[in-house]
Nanobody, 125 residues
């Protein structure tokens, strides 16, 4: 079992930065993949970024490459999403997710069995 709780959401201006945090608890963190997804109003939930917890290999959606960075602090069991140069399209509820480590496509939402409650990010112009 893995438990996830996000924090760090809030209001930011276009072009601004925000860092999201996800507290990760449970057993066997060495055998999980973790990821960030987001869901804007009236849109489907979409993949943002992901990594395997131990190896640290990261992947990103094309829409956030070069602006967002996913990272983790293994000792503190915390996952981060640093978001820079935020655009209006970045406004959404951001979710932290985890799954048993897999060779499957990291962006497939249905492969993640553990989810946090989400944190709201609002981008103002």
């Amino acid at each position: 079992q893995v438990q996830l709780v996000e924090s760090g959401g809030g209001l930011v201006q276009v072009g601004g930065s925000l860092r999201l945090t996800c507290a990760v608890s449970g057993n066997s963190l060495s055998s999980i993949d973790v990821a960030w997804f987001r869901q804007a109003p009236e849109k489907e939930r979409e993949y943002v970024a992901g990594m395997d917890w131990i190896g640290g290999v990261t992947t990103y959606a094309d829409s956030v490459k070069g602006r967002f960075t996913i990272s983790r602090d293994n000792g503190k069991r915390t996952l981060f999403l640093q978001m820079n140069s935020l655009m209006p399209g970045g406004a959404a509820v951001y979710y932290c997710a985890a799954r048993t480590r897999s060779v499957g496509v990291r962006s497939t939402m249905g492969t993640y069995g553990y989810w946090g409650p989400g944190t709201q990010v609002t981008v103002s112009s």
